[in-house]
T-cell receptor
Framework: DADVTQTPRNRITKTGKRIMLECSQT?????MYWYRQDPGLGLRLIYY???????NKGEISDGYSVSRQAQAKFSLSLESAIPNQTALYFC???????????FGNGTRLTVT | AQSVTQPDIHITVSEGASLELRCNYS??????LFWYVQSPGQGLQLLLK??????LVQGIKGFEAEFKRSQSSFNLRKPSVHWSDAAEYFC????????????FGKGTHLIIQP
């Protein structure tokens, strides 16, 4: 089983819909992250969390929200999806500050 | 804030030839540096990292990278590439004591010619 699991793997939704992407991990790491990948832009940080009570905005948090339900679970929500949120979304974990990130396999989201 | 530049969007290399992927960073102190590889449909896998000490670091799959402070660079090398090395490669930087989360370059797409 994967250490970092993202669901769903693919999702197509319509403009204006609310959608949640989920991430769970078995690595026991406190730090969890959501990144977005767009062709030619690399990965950009959306939100990160040190623990269930500590949520921090990243570079591109507008239009997104997160919830850290437990140490092992970190979900990303789009309250009202728009087409320019079409992207590949990655969840990642790390053991400590700026230590290597461990990535899930990604969720490909298409907003029509 | 830190930043990363990968000057080459695409690189084509013949199988068996040597490889060097360039990475330049901008940061006021010595950063944490990483190289990741992404195969199609997959997440990112860590190839190697530099935190401190020896400036030449060895990674998985026969890759190595050299930290050059004077050039603000962390170039990735491999002496002989295999067709399975075709992938997207990302350089990333982390700030010591700064905000958490790595900053990634835009990636270099590696194409292997037979």
């Amino acid at each position: 089983d994967a250490d970092v699991t993202q669901t769903p793997r693919n999702r197509i939704t319509k403009t204006g819909k609310r959608i949640m992407l989920e991430c769970s991990q078995t690595k026991g790491h406190d730090r969890m992250y959501w990144y977005r990948q767009d062709p030619g832009l690399g990965l950009r940080l959306i939100y990160y969390s040190f623990d269930v009570k500590d949520i921090n905005k990243g570079e591109i948090s507008d239009g997104y929200s997160v919830s850290r339900q437990a140490q092992a679970k970190f979900s990303l929500s789009l309250e009202s999806a728009i087409p320019n949120q079409t992207a590949l979304y990655f969840c990642a974990t790390s053991e400590q500050h700026n230590s290597p990130l461990h990535f899930g396999n990604g969720t490909r989201l298409t907003v029509t | 804030a830190q930043s990363v530049t990968q000057p080459d969007i695409h690189i084509t290399v013949s199988e068996g030839a040597s490889l060097e992927l360039r990475c330049n960073y901008s940061y006021g102190a010595t950063p944490y540096l990483f190289w990741y590889v992404q195969s199609p449909g997959q997440g990112l896998q860590l190839l190697l990292k530099y935190f401190s000490g020896d400036t030449l670091v060895q990674g998985i799959k026969g890759f190595e990278a050299e930290f050059k402070r004077s050039q603000s660079s962390f170039n990735l090398r491999k002496p002989s590439v295999h067709w399975s090395d075709a992938a997207e490669y990302f350089c990333a930087v982390g700030a010591r004591g700064g905000a958490d989360g790595l900053t990634f370059g835009k990636g270099t797409h590696l194409i292997i010619q037979p």
